[in-house]
């Protein structure tokens, strides 16, 4: 398993609900449900005193920043902003402990404004990253040399993970299981946290709704439909008829209620079907592909190669033997 040792560094003001999705998804010992069990613990600069929270409330962690040595991967939360302002850098022993973690190999994933943890410790020189949308002006402002993007959920740079705020950071994490770790194993942390297992990194933060999300409008039923019909050969003509709209009434309504488009949508949910199928059936890729909606082997494998970076054959042997 290459996500075994976990830390995530706990600064003052930290975020309680952005240290929960790291404590949530890495944590807690799910071990009696055949899942793996981490090991993880907080650091903190100096374990002797109470770290402050956002709410106000005390933080008693024991570990100093020595536990990060070894860490496969380093939680960075939000916890350096105070009435909505980014204070300044870390102290140089903070950012020295997060520089010497990663050059040792241990992922570096942030949440929301811990991104200007990454960003202070040079962790981000030359590559794409993203933040809260609150904070994207003010990180492009300190750090004008970075790509900043402000309007996706996450940034997967490999050995370094950006993420947006609150929610984005549950789905960096579960991206990053689902990476390392196989989807069977993202999905049963993503049910029994009850959240989506899988949201596209690409998919905008800030998603207007000029439509109600609820009630009649949403098309929240005819989603779960569609994922219990992937192998129908829907197209955006198809959707909307069934949804009683237009096309472009249909197309407008559902970016800006899912946050990308039908087509897209419908190939991120194929691809994340075929991993499961890869992880936990002897199917062969062509009967995978019928299954799921694509229409052939070729064409399954285009997408899958460009979603997830590999063939569905390599992914098959890394990851079927853990998911039996």
């Known amino acids: ?36 069990r981490f090991d993880y613990a907080d650091v903190t600069p100096d374990p002797a005193r109470p770290l402050v929270t956002s709410s106000g409330s005390r ?47 241990a992922i570096v994933l942030s ?35 970075l790509d900043v993007r402000p309007d996706v959920l996450f940034v997967d740079n490999g050995r370094v993970i950006t993420s947006a705020g609150t929610a984005a950071g549950i789905d960096a994490c579960l991206h990053l299981v689902r990476r390392e770790l196989g989807a069977s194993v993202a ?3 993503a049910r029994r946290m009850v959240v989506p297992p899988q949201r596209d990194g690409g998919q905008q933060q800030f998603v207007e709704r000029p439509m109600p999300a609820t009630g009649d409008h949403s098309l929240s039923n005819l989603l779960n439909d569609w994922l219990d019909r992937l192998d129908e050969p829907h ?30 949508w419908l190939n991120r949910q194929r691809v994340a079907r075929v991993r499961e199928l890869l992880e936990g059936s002897d199917l062969a890729v062509e009967q995978i592909a019928r299954r799921v909606g694509f229409n052939s082997a070729v064409v399954l494998r285009d997408h899958f190669r460009r979603e997830v970076g590999v063939a569905p054959q390599a992914y098959r042997r890394a990851f079927a033997a853990e998911a039996g």
């Open 187 to 189: 999905s049963a942390i």
């Open 1 to 36: 398993m290459t996500l075994h040792t976990v830390r995530t560094l706990c600064i003052e003001r930290i975020s309680t609900f952005e240290y929960g999705v790291a404590v949530e998804v890495f944590g807690i010992d799910r071990s009696m449900d055949g899942l793996p």
């Open 111 to 145: 949440v929301c404004s811990g991104v200007f943890v990454l960003a202070a410790a040079g962790l981000l020189d030359g590559q794409p990253c993203t933040a809260h949308w609150h904070h994207s002006e003010e990180l492009a402002r300190r750090h004008p040399d």
């Open 235 to 264: 197209s955006v003509r198809s959707m909307a008829r069934e949804a009683a709209m237009s096309p472009r009434t249909f197309a407008r309504r559902f970016r800006a209620e899912v946050g990308t488009t039908p087509a897209h």
């Open 59 to 105: 933080l008693l962690i024991d570990n100093g920043l020595d536990a990060l040595a070894g860490a496969d991967l380093v939680i960075v939360p939000a916890g350096n902003t105070y009435l909505g302002r980014v204070s300044p850098p870390p102290p140089a022993e903070v950012l020295d402990a997060l520089r010497e973690a990663h050059a040792a190999g």
